[in-house]
């Protein structure tokens, strides 16, 4: 029973399934709006958007839905997608019909939902279970970061006789170090 509890009781894990569910839904939407471009820039346009927004639109969510589920970049994608469920909610879902700010909540709870699993990985990273955490790396003895770690989004170090070793319970390493 113990070790079914601490299976579960393991953040990475949670952390992963929210990845990899999110970065799904993410992937799925982007890959959508490139498969009916004619059709999505036709929608963006009645919104006052031009295509380019379109387009950007659907490159950050396959792009960003593909690097929540692999975990590379976590940070970065979480925060890009949160500005385009922002976005989302602020050109399209807060103009949806009569009926005041209940319809409007209602349209908006996936958009809602999504932000907040995306602030969630924007404050945790992506956890044990990740590419970026895999791809430990070492560092210079001056504590400068390898060419490696930046590229793959391994964000969170803590150098060590010139090594990287990862701490995905704390912030960033204080003095700007990635």
């Not at 059709?39 to 346009?45: G, N, Q």
């Not at 989302?88 to 699993?117: H, R």
């Not at 990740?130 to 989004?153: F, M, Y």
């Not at 319970?169 to 170090?177: C, H, I, K, L």
Request: hydrophobic share 50%; aromatic share 12%.
């Amino acid at each position: 029973m113990q070790k079914i509890y601490n299976f579960f009781a393991h953040k990475s894990v949670g952390l992963l399934i929210l990845r990899i569910f999110v970065g799904t839904i993410f992937v799925i939407h982007g890959v959508q709006k490139f498969q009916n471009a004619e059709a999505m820039v036709a929608f963006f346009s009645q919104l006052g958007l031009s295509s380019f927004w379109m387009y950007a639109t659907a490159t950050v969510e396959t792009l960003g839905g593909a690097a929540l589920i692999l975990g590379v970049f976590t940070r970065v994608a979480a925060l890009a997608l949160s500005v385009v469920m922002v976005s989302a909610i602020y050109f399209f879902k807060s103009k949806i019909g009569a009926g005041g700010w209940l319809t409007q909540f209602a349209a908006a709870e996936l958009d809602l939902a999504l932000l907040g699993a995306n602030l969630s990985l924007l404050f945790t990273g992506a956890g044990k279970l990740s590419i970026a955490h895999w791809c430990r790396c070492k560092c210079h003895k001056d504590g400068r970061l390898c060419k490696v770690c930046p590229w793959i989004g391994c964000d969170e170090h803590r150098c060590k006789d010139g090594t990287c070793e990862h701490d995905h319970s704390s912030g960033p390493v204080p003095g700007g170090q990635m």
